[in-house]
């Protein structure tokens, strides 16, 4: 093999060596990112990972929020009208946060069925419906739950 193709093909070797180290390090840089959503049937169905970050949607159900006394944790359920699941929540809640509203929160799914949400999301205005949050209530309602009415 001649002396200057030689030299080439190492070069280009060690550039695919590199791009391929590259493309492999950010594959796993953004698989450590992931938060998977599920809906509360997936949840209760135990599809949900446990002790994995991911997210949880659907509708707070009426009359499930309860606070805390002490400090400014809160329980309620987040339904998708077919399972309810438990989220706890220590923080301070978005404004538009209320009973009967969609909801997305980001935490992790604790042995005891209940989700330990670290951020809580809450619709911007009243036609917005976090797109995963409508898509698990659609699904729901496909397989003959109905929603009660809300106000919209």
Request: without cysteine; proline residues 5%.
């Given at each position: 093999m001649?002396?200057?193709?030689?030299?080439r093909?190492t070069?280009i070797?060690?550039?695919l060596?590199?791009l391929?180290?590259?493309v492999?390090?950010?594959?796993y840089?953004?698989?450590q990112n992931?938060?998977?959503?599920?809906d509360?049937?997936?949840?209760?169905?135990g599809?949900?990972?446990?002790?994995?970050r991911i997210?949880?949607g659907?509708?707070v159900?009426?009359?499930s929020v309860?606070?805390?006394?002490q400090?400014l944790?809160v329980e309620?359920?987040?339904t998708?009208?077919?399972?309810s699941v438990?989220?706890?929540?220590?923080?301070?809640?978005p404004?538009?946060?209320?009973e009967?509203?969609?909801v997305?929160?980001?935490?992790?799914l604790?042995?005891d069925?209940?989700f330990?949400?670290d951020q809580?999301?809450?619709?911007?205005?009243?036609?917005y419906?976090?797109p995963?949050?409508?898509?698990?209530?659609?699904k729901?309602e496909?397989?003959?739950?109905?929603?009660?009415a809300?106000?919209?």
């Amino acid at each position: 093999m001649h002396p200057i193709r030689k030299k080439r093909l190492t070069i280009i070797l060690f550039l695919l060596a590199g791009l391929a180290i590259a493309v492999g390090l950010t594959t796993y840089a953004l698989r450590q990112n992931i938060n998977l959503f599920y809906d509360p049937t997936q949840i209760a169905s135990g599809e949900a990972p446990l002790d994995a970050r991911i997210r949880a949607g659907g509708m707070v159900k009426q009359g499930s929020v309860v606070r805390s006394d002490q400090d400014l944790t809160v329980e309620f359920e987040v339904t998708d009208f077919v399972s309810s699941v438990t989220v706890r929540y220590t923080g301070i809640l978005p404004d538009l946060f209320d009973e009967g509203q969609g909801v997305v929160a980001m935490g992790r799914l604790h042995p005891d069925g209940v989700f330990v949400a670290d951020q809580v999301l809450a619709k911007h205005d009243e036609n917005y419906m976090p797109p995963e949050v409508s898509d698990a209530l659609e699904k729901a309602e496909a397989s003959g739950a109905r929603a009660p009415a809300m106000n919209q």
